[in-house]
């Protein structure tokens, strides 16, 4: 059964930065694209970025440029540094693959964004 356990959320003003890790037992991220969701209150969990096994990125038009996702396969680690928050950030964060079908949810971790 593969756990999954997202860190690092936290209420922060504005304009604020956060640095959310993912963490799972065992060498399961190895050769697995990951990404990072998002589910905003009272609406659908949405893929906000994305890495490949050899590193290349993708994000959601909202975060271009704000959100830099990263993985270290040796540490079992995917991890999110979102700067510049808005409040449109607010919302529970997970992480999954992106490709097939998603390995068990885990809780995420909750990012609240106040002016």
Do not use: H
């Not at 399961?28 to 009272?42: D, H, S």
Request: aromatic share 8%; charged share 15%.
């Amino acid at each position: 059964q593969v756990q999954l356990v997202e860190s690092g959320g936290g209420l922060v003003q504005s304009g604020g930065s956060l640095r959310l890790s993912c963490a799972a037992s065992g060498s399961i991220f190895t050769n697995k694209a990951m990404g990072w969701y998002r589910q905003p209150p009272g609406k659908q969990r949405e893929l906000v970025a994305a890495i490949t096994s050899g590193g290349t990125t993708n994000y959601r038009d909202s975060v271009k440029g704000r959100f830099a996702i990263s993985r270290d396969d040796a540490k079992n680690t995917v991890s999110l540094q979102m700067n510049s928050l808005g409040l449109e950030d607010t919302g529970i964060y997970y992480c999954n693959k992106i490709l097939g079908s998603p390995w068990a949810w885990g809780q995420g971790t909750q990012v609240t964004v106040s002016s």
